[in-house]
């Protein structure tokens, strides 16, 4: 079966319509499962033949995922970020309609479209970060996501700039704290909003990896290896909200792991939030074959044949699709300087793509557009950060 690509919206700010919701609670089970019974067998079965269906190991023999910066796109970039100064814009008003960036536009208009669309993922290489402060480097890496989508917020404070570092919480066992607060590895999974981006500031002193793998290869694996698994795959799976259930709201929603919307394939797989969400009575237990699918995919991410390892420099941009790849990270550990700790800026992108998303979707992206009424201005004082992330 050969997928076709969606319609693509001209306009990168434009934001997908989430109005119709399914209902909360056991209700949205309900509703769901109602939508899970219409997909045909037939495509349930089918392998999902598209360029995000690659491999680690033919990825590791190529260089095309790479996107190389240089003299003149940092010269266009630096420009563009001294014009949004003199102008008094900043995080989070600023557009892409507001930034003139030459020839690099059409180069950042085709990684959206590879990490949207086509392959899942790109590597931003060269940037020339040591010419910038702090602030000024995150206002340049605000400029790029706008030209991939609306940076929306990524939690219930509203952050819409996210601070990737260590404050020393273990998310295994407190069910409010998150893995990239951690310096420990982080399974494989995906976060919210189409594309999620990363700006390295610091490297860690040692590990710290970046694993990525395409759900999409998984997928197709997993038809290979367990077809007797693949309605179990799109069956319902409850993931816990850690502690940021809006009101009104169960502390958990849920979705299959797989989703098919005519003939896209999405993906949404965090085992840790869907082990979390088991401390719940309302939530239904696993069952042995819903533990024997996590037990395979959690393999085939591990795959080194399947899974794609990378180093982030510093100044390294990473945009990853939060459909078809999953990532992960290494444990790793930070030298005894407090300000060159690992430390990385995340992005969450709303592409404006996509014409229609999973129903199962609309329960959790409500949940950000609640978020996003109140988007904050980034908070670069450490310290602050520490108290902010430890919500």
Request: hydrophobic letters at 40%; a neutral charge.
């Amino acid at each position: 079966m050969v997928i076709v690509n969606p319609r693509l919206s001209g306009n990168a700010n434009v934001v997908p319509d989430f109005a119709k919701s399914v209902r909360r609670g056991k209700s949205n089970l309900t509703a769901i499962d109602n939508h899970l019974a219409q997909i045909s067998m037939s495509a349930m079965h089918s392998r999902y033949e598209h360029p995000s269906a690659w491999t680690g190991e033919d990825m590791q023999r190529r260089t095309d995922w790479v996107l190389q910066l240089d003299h003149q796109d940092n010269v266009l970039l630096h420009r563009a970020v001294l014009q949004a100064r003199r102008r008094g814009l900043g995080i989070p008003h600023l557009k892409a309609a507001d930034l003139d960036l030459g020839r690099l536009a059409s180069k950042l208009a085709w990684l959206r479209a590879e990490v949207a669309m086509r392959r899942g993922f790109v590597l931003v290489r060269g940037f020339d970060i040591d010419r910038y402060s702090l602030e000024d480097a995150a206002l340049a890496y605000w400029a790029v996501g706008t030209h991939l989508g609306s940076g929306t917020a990524q939690n219930a404070q509203g952050d819409v700039l996210g601070h990737v570092t260590n404050i020393g919480v273990d998310f295994r066992t407190d069910p409010r704290a998150r893995g990239y607060q951690s310096k420990l590895r982080l399974p494989f999974h995906n976060d919210g909003q189409d594309v999620v981006g990363l700006l390295c500031l610091h490297p860690a002193q040692s590990g710290g990896e970046s694993l990525i793998v395409s759900s999409t290869t998984v997928y197709n694996e997993v038809l290979r290896l367990r077809p007797d698994l693949m309605a179990v795959a799109h069956q319902n799976f409850c993931l816990d909200r850690r502690g940021e259930a809006p009101v009104g709201k169960a502390p958990w929603y849920a979705g299959p792991l797989f989703n098919r919307v005519g003939e896209v394939l999405f993906c949404r797989y965090n085992r840790t939030y869907i082990e979390s969400a088991q401390r719940f009575d309302d939530v239904p237990r696993l069952s042995g074959q819903q533990v024997e699918l996590l037990d395979l995919i959690d393999r085939l991410c591990s795959d080194p044949r399947l899974c794609l390892s990378m180093e982030l420099q510093r100044g390294d941009m990473q945009f990853i699709s939060n459909y078809t790849v999953l990532h992960s990270r290494t444990q790793y550990e930070d030298g005894p300087d407090p300000a060159k700790r690992r430390y990385l800026l995340r992005l969450w992108l709303d592409t404006g793509l996509f014409d229609e998303l999973p129903a199962s979707f609309a329960d959790r992206y409500e949940d950000i557009r609640q978020w996003q009424l109140k988007p904050q201005a980034p908070i670069f004082d450490l310290a602050h950060v520490h108290t902010e992330l430890a919500h």
